[in-house]
């Protein structure tokens, strides 16, 4: 199965767990593992990794062939954070939807999770469609909610991860405090290495 199993009786835990926020975070941990931008690309246990501390459940029947066609829809994904605007991420998510998923459905995985949105074709379908079809379904809500994209790049150019913006502050430039802090620093050094 595709999806990810329900642990306990309690609905509002399984809702945590799948919240839009959620899988949208999921969608850019993943994005980050499977990038190819990477010295190491992710391999098969990396994504299973990932994939298990945003609650799937084992055993995961994951394969290198697997991990190569969820890489192809991570890139795909990445034009979604990569939007300047909301009006642009709602396009790349348009054609994301339009090209590469199924219409919109409900399902309970045979009874075995509450009932729940989406637009893959099939629950026992592959995981680069799932990955696809789970991702554009969270990222288009929260454009949808938010009125701008979902997320960003990180600002900083010795990084390229991906992160989820959220919140009514600042808008987020930065993946991390670690990445923020060194172009703090970085940028400190050199106002002051000219006097």
Do not use: K
Not at 1 to 25: E, G, K, Q
Not at 31 to 60: F, H, I, K, M, Q
Not at 77 to 91: P, S
Not at 165 to 180: H, K, L
């Amino acid at each position: 199965m595709r999806y990810i199993r329900t642990v306990s009786t309690d609905s509002d835990d399984w809702s945590t767990r799948h919240s839009v926020l959620a899988t949208a975070r999921r969608a850019a941990a993943l994005v980050n593992a499977l990038s190819g931008d990477r010295p190491d690309p992710a391999d098969v246990a990396d994504v299973a990794d990932v994939l298990r501390a945003y609650g799937e459940t084992d055993p995961l029947d994951l394969t290198a062939h697997d991990v190569a066609g969820m890489r192809t829809a991570a890139a795909l994904l990445r034009q979604v954070f990569a939007a300047e605007h909301a009006d642009a991420a709602a396009a790349v998510l348009n054609r994301l939807l339009q090209e590469h998923t199924g219409p919109l459905r409900l399902t309970s995985h045979s009874g075995s999770t509450p009932w729940h949105p989406h637009v893959d074709r099939d629950d026992d379908g592959p995981w680069d469609e799932w990955l696809l079809a789970s991702s554009c379904l969270a990222l288009a809500v929260l454009v949808w909610d938010r009125q701008h994209p979902p997320g960003r790049i990180c600002a900083s150019p010795s990084c390229d991860n991906v992160f989820i913006t959220q919140g009514s502050g600042q808008e987020r430039r930065y993946c991390s405090r670690r990445c923020a802090t060194r172009e703090r620093v970085a940028a400190h050094r050199r106002a002051h290495a000219g006097g």
